[in-house]
């Protein structure tokens, strides 16, 4: 691979318009997959630019082909980040790969947001080297979309991997981001936040969500949200919550769980539906029907973990996506981009600091006097 | 209710065949479903007879009308536990419901297994209190049997809510009496174990699951199961493993979210069939598929929850079950009976003391050495 940069002018972000930086290497689909669902996005969305990152040598060809040239900046960048690449090897020999050149486009401000298809752990911490948490936050998180009852057909979940645990304060920043990412990236102007434990009454639970659970419950009307309380795995795609308040390992078990439930239901219905002559008519007849549930709860238009907590928003597509996938992770990044999402993020968080102390002692001591 | 009891004789467990203990009040739909399943499962099952706990003034009209009493024995008791009840209260004032003297029969020794489909929490309390934990177990467990792509239909998975925590050897517990239950209940030889985390990878996840995760490994051989190493949320249902151990908070919420996903799934399927007239003739040809595939993840034939790691077994049959989802319930405590699950579990736990002890140093010591 080439090492000799190309020296790009990149697009001003001040020109009005939102700005991506993408980076097109390291997904397990490769960079074209990335440049076709670049191109499927930019034809829908006309007020966005592109800085694209990763071998100039293979992608402006890609580019040319698509007609998208007058609208992506290719920046060139030498090395990738492997699937199998441990994130702790990416911070120390990382500098000059297309994910590191991806994200510090966010980072010197001229780009709104980082999309990238690579190794989540090396992006996360990336990310926070390069971004750094933002002020209030302690852990980061990982936000993912649910297909769900609501009206939007999404709920949203965090934490779903940034970090193996959360104490009471990281899930009351988790209920916070929560709720930002809801009003911008999903335009719920009150959203409902859940905390997720083993049942819905209030003695249920670990001794920090019962602590987590009042934190919230009190922030909510400084910070504009409702609080439903505690909410259990079944509710997750549930119309009675928007956001679902969890650790990142709790969270990670649960996503994958959900996805896993699918996935065998729906290759039990294909092999039900292959029995038979009869068995088969009747797919062909209800071919549309399918076809219009495969639409509602097609992973691939939930694609689109977003990093929150950083100073500057970023967005893990998944590895394996298509050009759908790719270019619905694009959409999202657009969105929030425009919505100044990660400044409105920031002064969320902040403003916990006015949240009013418990009367006379701390919460954690009150709620474990409650407990015995 | 009538608090005078009929004073009946129980059948006893010497004659050969296998006696069962069954609470039949608490549950959703009463008494009349709890006999309705207690008679389907008796004309499947010659060899088993059963002891059913609760208002005789109830119970006895019920039992003539199904023409099973010659196989039942009903024990008159007063009171009952309701689903609201919290588990404290059970245990302080519930000497005369039929939950406590359902497992009392277990106590006794008159019947070797208790169903009930009462309140979770108290019967475990119960439990606890009347049957105490085996030897060597700390924390008990309670196992589920999960749909999967494994030749007997389900996987198995342990611990779903007894406990909200479990340390490294609560795990390496769960991973003994998971074996021992799914070669006693399921007939699976050399079961496959795997530990629930966040990766596949051996530098994942919290460090007792890395301690865990070495201990459960040493413990294979002696044990005669196979260790598959961690596990994610993606392998539930998988053919990977036969078994899956975790702790109590992530089971549960696992177990919760994977029946989510699947009732999300089937009432989007059923609405996609509804929307237009071609979709109904569709719905109509597509009935025998759907139905097999309705049978094959039907929740009724995974009813029963076990509670392992006490002198005896319990076995907590869903509060809302139909009579066909008791008659498994009540099938799956027969196998477990008639195979003496409960002293080889007791001997397989034992058999824990023999593990040579790792070189030097104690394992948690080596692991957070190697994990810094």
Redesign the interface.
């Known amino acids: 691979m080439n090492r000799t940069g190309t020296g790009s002018t990149a697009p001003s972000s001040d020109a009005g318009g939102v700005v991506i930086s993408v980076d097109a290497m390291g997904g397990d689909s490769g960079p074209a997959t990335v440049v076709a669902g670049l191109a499927k996005f930019l034809g829908k969305t006309p007020g966005a630019r592109v800085i694209l990152h990763g071998s100039a040598e293979v992608l402006t060809p890609l580019v040319a082909k698509k007609k998208i040239e007058k609208r992506v900046t290719v920046r060139d960048a030498a090395d990738v980040v492997a699937m199998t690449d441990k994130p702790s090897h990416v911070m120390r020999h990382g500098k000059a790969t297309s994910m590191w050149s991806a994200i510090d486009s966010v980072r010197e401000g001229e780009a709104q947001v980082c999309v990238s298809c690579g190794n989540t752990g090396a992006l996360m911490a990336v990310s926070m080297v390069r971004l750094r948490k933002a002020e209030g936050v302690n852990r980061p998180a990982i936000a993912c979309l649910w ?3 609501n009206p939007s057909g999404f709920n949203l979940m965090l934490d779903v ?1 940034a970090d ?2 959360a104490d009471q304060d990281d899930l009351l920043t988790y209920a916070l981001m929560g709720a930002s990412y809801a009003r911008n990236g999903l335009g719920i102007e009150r959203p409902r936040i859940g905390l ?1 434990n ?1 049942g819905v009454e209030d003695h249920k ?2 001794a920090e969500l019962k602590v987590a659970h009042d934190l919230i419950a009190r922030a909510a009307p400084v910070a504009d949200f409702d609080y439903v309380g505690f909410v ?7 119309s009675r919550v928007d956001v679902i308040v ?1 650790d ?3 969270g ?14 729906s ?3 294909r ?3 292959r ?2 002559p ?2 088969r ?3 062909l ?2 071919l ?3 076809n ?2 495969r639409k ?2 097609d992973p691939r238009r939930v694609n689109g973990g977003v990093f929150l907590g950083l100073n500057g928003t970023v967005v893990k597509s998944h590895g394996s996506a298509d050009a759908t996938g790719v270019a619905a992770a694009l959409k999202l990044a657009y969105r929030l981009a425009k919505s100044g999402f990660s400044d409105k993020l920031a002064a969320r968080v902040a403003s916990v600091g006015v949240l009013p102390p418990a009367p006379g002692q701390s919460e954690a001591e009150r709620i474990e006097d409650e407990a015995t």
Chains 1, 2 share one sequence.
């Open positions: 297909p769900s009852r991997g193996i645990r997720l083993v639970g670990r259990e795995g079944g509710d997750i795609p549930s969890t990142g390992f709790t990670n078990v649960a996503l994958k769980t959900g996805e896993g439930t699918a996935s065998l239901i290759e039990l219905l092999e039900a539906f029995k038979t009869l068995s008519v009747a797919a007849l209800a549309t029907s399918m219009r549930l509602r709860i």
